[in-house]
């Protein structure tokens, strides 16, 4: 299956939490790799997306439309937090 970078969830995750959040650092549970949402490794299908960690591979994020709706688990992180003003 061809995956994409984690910028693929930017509408979703837009759609969800009304910001951008591809230039967010996520932090991961399992192995503790932190880096941008936009780094993401992302698979996408007719179900959803799942973005996995550049590291490890563990499952981060899952988006699905559901009745309509958006949902997301961000289960797989750690943190979520705002990226360093330049």
């Given at each position: ?10 509408g979703?995750?837009?759609?969800l939490?009304g ?41 981060l ?5 559901h ?20």
């Amino acid at each position: 299956m061809q995956h994409v970078d984690g910028n693929a969830l930017a509408g979703d995750l837009a759609d969800l939490f009304g910001v951008d959040l591809t230039a967010m650092i996520a932090s991961c549970a399992h192995c503790g790799a932190r880096g941008p949402v936009a780094g993401l490794v992302v698979f996408r299908t007719a179900m959803g997306s799942v973005g996995r960690c550049a590291h490890c591979d563990a499952v981060l994020v899952v988006v699905v439309e559901h009745e309509g709706r958006a949902r997301a688990s961000l289960g797989g992180l750690r943190a979520l937090e705002a990226a360093p003003v330049q």
